[in-house]
């Protein structure tokens, strides 16, 4: 009964075992080659189809899933040959477990980055600013959203080609409501910043370029993650600001609608000045300025104190930064033609002793 053990039982025919790995070579070889061919012959007639069309968006999607398109030709005739010789088949199936949705998440992924950048390119010519900012903003946000969402997928289809962990998955399903609740409560902030993104996105309280005043500081939106949105400032510093902070607490947008906005230059000149000359150098020199739009113009007195008034010069331009150089302009030609001509209406602390003091007098005498 123990012949069985005898080790020249164990001897095995390498001559089959090294034809069986021979012919299964040459099966391989031949479906990458017939697959390759077939691929090369698709595209092909897919870039014949292409180029007699006007829109750029198909070229930038064809570039884009070329890659991840040839190697599913390849390995949709590595499965199709494995299916023939079965050596083959003891080898590729494992490894096809993990290939499939990683290729399926590849090419689904370059699909949302070349419509991405089909848009944004598209977007370019755009005339209305307004309206290319708001495009741009839900692009970024949508894309990040489907990109998130795909590697989630890939990587929970990887995972579950996995035995061990397809049983873990599936006793989690067991108790699904407890799981959820856990979920839930650990990944709270993550839900509230991509519910916070997808919110923006949609309802557009600001967009990409939007110039924007938080906590204090003026800048513009440069980025819009899903958990953050920076804001550079006009000294080149970056704001990082989280995204439900947007929707929490009010901030201002002084470009929600359009660019045109009317700003203020204040000056505070002395009780005695006669104002109408001011006004109507203030009102010449803007209207021959260039950045002036013409919109908004005039000059107020909105506040009066015993030693000084001040005085609101209003003036209005098609955008934000020609609104700030005219109002840099105004202040500094209006300084600078009340020093020249009317030297009186800037502010002086002095004091005056009319006649004279006695005690002064005594003070200088010898």
């Known amino acids: 009964m123990f012949n069985d053990l005898n080790p020249s039982n164990w001897d095995v025919d390498w001559s089959i075992v090294a034809y069986d790995l021979a012919l299964s070579t040459i099966v391989l070889v031949v479906a990458v080659i017939l697959s390759y061919f077939a691929y090369r012959v698709v595209f092909a007639l897919v870039n014949r189809l292409t180029r007699m069309s006007d829109n750029h968006v198909d070229d930038l999607l ?13 390995a949709i005739g590595v499965t199709i040959a494995a299916q023939v010789d079965q050596t083959l088949g003891l080898l590729w199936e494992p490894l096809a477990q993990f290939l499939r949705p990683a290729l399926l998440g590849w090419i689904a992924f370059n699909i949302v980055r070349a419509f991405t950048a089909g848009l944004e390119a598209k977007m ?3 005339e ?31 995972l579950f080609a996995i035995p ?17 609740l856990a979920i839930g409560a650990a990944a709270q902030p993550a839900l509230k910043s991509l519910i916070s993104g997808l919110q923006i996105a949609l309802t557009e309280p600001m967009r990409i370029g939007d110039l924007v005043k938080v906590d204090g500081e003026v800048g513009r939106v440069e980025q ?24 929490d607490e009010s901030f201002e947008n002084w470009s929600r609608s359009n660019e045109e906005l009317t700003g203020p230059v204040f000056l505070h000149l002395d009780p005695a000045t006669s104002v109408a ?5 203030f009102e010449r020199y803007v209207k021959a300025h260039s950045l002036f739009d013409g919109r908004n113009l005039g000059m107020l007195m909105t506040e009066s104190y015993p030693e000084s008034i001040e005085m609101r010069l ?18 500094e030609h209006m300084l600078d033609w009340m020093r020249e ?26």
């Not at 000359?277 to 150098?281: L, Q």
């Open 124 to 126: 370019e010519v755009h």
């Open 164 to 180: 061990s962990v397809r049983s873990i998955g599936t006793t989690m399903l067991a108790s699904a409501g407890l799981a959820a």
């Open 277 to 281: 000359p001011i006004r109507e150098e």
């Open 128 to 158: 209305d600013p307004v309206a290319m900012r708001s495009r741009k903003t839900r692009i970024a946000v949508l894309s990040r959203v489907a990109t998130f969402a795909i590697i989630v997928i890939t990587v929970g289809l990887m």
């Open 341 to 366: 001509h009317a030297p009186d209406a800037l502010i002086r602390h002095r004091l005056e002793v009319p006649g004279g003091h006695p005690k002064a007098g005594e003070a200088a005498a010898p």
């Open 224 to 247: 819009m993650k899903m958990s953050f949105v920076t804001v550079r400032t006009w000294d080149e510093r970056v704001l990082i600001v989280p995204t439900s902070r947007f929707l």
């Open 62 to 74: 064809i570039d884009r899933v070329r890659s991840p398109i040839k190697w599913s030709f390849i």
């Open 314 to 331: 209003s003036m209005s331009a098609k955008t934000i930064g020609e609104l700030w150089q005219l109002r840099c302009d105004t202040r």
